[in-house]
């Protein structure tokens, strides 16, 4: 399975964007997937997660209300909604798929619980 993140770009704040995550290759079922950021010298940090089915999702509280992940099974999609986006959400945004493909949840939030990583997609917000 390959993931390709897109939907990136530069915004003002207090403006939105819908990210995608789009699956190939082997994806004859769907699995749990998480949304990650990094900006510029700071770490790789969990913004969101959903469950295979979509039925579970989970956020940080620095997005919690703001954020919104989601999934279209039938197109191998996941995606993250980001509204009142602020400077400091500026980063590049990964999607990614744990090692534990059939965990039924949600709340996996730390990078070292991925083991497939989309290849990033630039995220803007001027002042």
């Known amino acids: 399975v390959q993931l390709q993140a897109s939907g990136g770009g530069l915004v003002q704040a207090g403006g939105s964007l819908r990210l995608s995550c789009a699956a190939s290759g082997r994806t004859s079922r769907s699995y749990p997937t998480g949304w990650f950021r990094q900006a510029p010298g700071k770490g790789r940090e969990f913004v969101a997660g959903i469950s295979w089915s979509g039925s579970s999702t989970s956020y940080p509280d620095s997005v919690n209300g703001r954020f919104t992940i989601s999934r279209d099974n039938a197109k191998n999609t996941v995606y993250l909604q980001m509204n009142s986006l602020k400077p400091e959400d500026t980063a590049v945004y990964y999607c990614?798929?744990?090692?534990?493909?059939?965990?039924?949840?949600?709340?996996?939030?730390?990078?070292?619980?991925?083991?497939?990583w989309g290849q990033g997609t630039q995220v803007t917000v001027s002042s």
């Open positions: 990614a798929v744990p090692a534990s493909r059939y965990y039924n949840g949600a709340d996996l939030p730390r990078v070292y619980e991925y083991d497939l």
